[in-house]
T-cell receptor
Framework: DTEVTQTPKHLVMGMTNKKSLKCEQHMGHRAMYWYKQKAKKPPELMFVYSYEKLSINESVPSRFSPECPNSSLLNLHLHALQPEDSALYLC???????????????FGPGTRLTVL | KQEVTQIPAALSVPEGENLVLNCSFT??????LQWFRQDPGKGLTSLLL?????REQTSGRLNASLDKSSGRSTLYIAASQPGDSATYLCAVIISNFGNEKLTFGTGTRLTIIP
């Protein structure tokens, strides 16, 4: 099973709402990632979790709050977002551990977020 | 700062032709390079991963090469089909204090004309 699942597929929220994005994998991977992708642009890294601990935060605003409850699950909590935060949010996972082993990243289908 | 560029930004070729997509990066201190395809509005599908010690990888009609010293990678697609139409992204993988970071190229939008 090389599948990363994400829910919901689409999300529309107001600037005062609180919502969460969910990502799940059952490949035994120990590294998980959040990316943000604007239209016609490549994905940009937001957060990296390694062995359930936040290891990289690419200076993401605090209105985005990641959480890794266990090795299979990754959440992204959203609060007080702005319209410019509308984008495709992608989750990915990789085996983790020694980089030199060649850790291929597998991506989920993404959540299309619209902030009104 | 690592910069990854893909040229051309868009490419249209007739079905059946062989084609090459290019990827260049500015910092050769990479660990691996990965090629993806992305269909409109969808997630990324991994095509090939080339480790830094390798020079090429093959999967079916796809062949990817890596030349770290010149900062270049190519993706060769043989006997193109309409189903190959998608945006192709290369991404270099670097290590940041033991954690992996993926930096994506700007992408090539490929259209195969039936």
């Amino acid at each position: 099973d090389t599948e990363v699942t994400q829910t919901p597929k689409h999300l529309v929220m107001g600037m005062t709402n609180k919502k969460s994005l969910k990502c799940e994998q059952h490949m035994g991977h120990r590294a998980m990632y959040w990316y943000k992708q604007k239209a016609k642009k490549p994905p940009e890294l937001m957060f990296v979790y390694s062995y359930e601990k936040l290891s990289i935060n690419e200076s993401v605003p605090s209105r985005f709050s990641p959480e890794c409850p266990n090795s299979s699950l990754l959440n992204l909590h959203l609060h007080a977002l702005q319209p410019e935060d509308s984008a495709l949010y992608l989750c990915a996972s990789s085996r983790g551990g020694l980089v030199i082993l060649g850790n291929e990243q597998f991506f989920g289908p993404g959540t299309r977020l619209t902030v009104l | 700062k690592q910069e990854v560029t893909q040229i051309p930004a868009a490419l249209s070729v007739p079905e059946g032709e062989n084609l090459v997509l290019n990827c260049s990066f500015t910092d050769s201190a990479i660990y691996n390079l990965q090629w993806f395809r992305q269909d409109p509005g969808k997630g990324l599908t991994s095509l090939l991963l080339i480790q830094s010690s390798q020079r090429e990888q093959t999967s079916g009609r796809l062949n990817a090469s890596l030349d770290k010293s010149s900062g270049r990678s190519t993706l060769y697609i043989a006997a193109s089909q309409p189903g190959d139409s998608a945006t192709y992204l290369c991404a270099v993988i670097i290590s940041n204090f033991g954690n992996e970071k993926l930096t994506f190229g700007t992408g090539t939008r490929l259209t195969i004309i039936p």
